[in-house]
C-alpha cells in the first residue's frame, strides 16, 4: 500500500510567534472601550498580571497562555472578539446549541 506524502511549506514566521495585526494596541483599546473597565481591572479580569498588559499596549505580543486569556475574555465582552480580530465572529455559547 502507497502512503500518501504531504508536504508543508515553512512557515515565514518561527514556532511559537504569535502574528498580531499592526494595530493590535488599538483593538486592545477598543475591547477596553467596550468593557468601560480601567487597564488594572481588566489585566485582573483576564487573568494577567497588569504590567502584561501595558507590555501589549505598548508593542509587545501575548504568548500562548495568556493569548488563551485575552481570547477567552474578548468572547464575554459583547462583540469583543471580533473587535480584537478585526472580524464578523459569532460565539456561540454551550447554552445556545441546539
Same mark, same amino acid.
Given at each position: 500500500?502507497?502512503? *500518501?506524502?504531504?508536504?508543508?511549506? !515553512?512557515?515565514?514566521?518561527?514556532? =511559537?510567534?504569535?502574528?498580531?495585526? #499592526?494595530?493590535?494596541? +488599538? @483593538?486592545?483599546? *477598543?475591547?477596553?472601550?467596550?468593557? =468601560?473597565? %480601567?487597564? #488594572?481591572?481588566?489585566?485582573?479580569?483576564? =487573568?494577567?498580571?497588569?504590567?502584561?498588559?501595558? @507590555?501589549?499596549?505598548? =508593542? *509587545?505580543?501575548?504568548?500562548? &497562555? *495568556?493569548?488563551?486569556?485575552?481570547? @477567552?475574555?474578548?468572547?464575554?465582552?459583547? !462583540?469583543?472578539? &471580533? +473587535?480584537?480580530?478585526?472580524? +464578523?465572529?459569532?460565539?456561540?455559547? %454551550? !447554552?445556545? @446549541?441546539?
Amino acid at each position: 500500500m502507497r502512503s *500518501a506524502r504531504i508536504i508543508v511549506p !515553512e512557515p515565514d514566521f518561527p514556532p =511559537g510567534v504569535a502574528l498580531m495585526p #499592526e494595530d493590535f494596541a +488599538e @483593538r486592545l483599546a *477598543a475591547v477596553k472601550e467596550r468593557t =468601560g473597565l %480601567p487597564w #488594572e481591572r481588566m489585566a485582573v479580569s483576564m =487573568g494577567v498580571d497588569p504590567r502584561q498588559l501595558w @507590555r501589549w499596549r505598548h =508593542g *509587545a505580543s501575548p504568548g500562548g &497562555g *495568556a493569548m488563551l486569556s485575552l481570547v @477567552r475574555f474578548a468572547t464575554r465582552v459583547p !462583540e469583543g472578539l &471580533g +473587535e480584537l480580530l478585526d472580524e +464578523e465572529v459569532i460565539v456561540v455559547r %454551550p !447554552e445556545q @446549541r441546539r
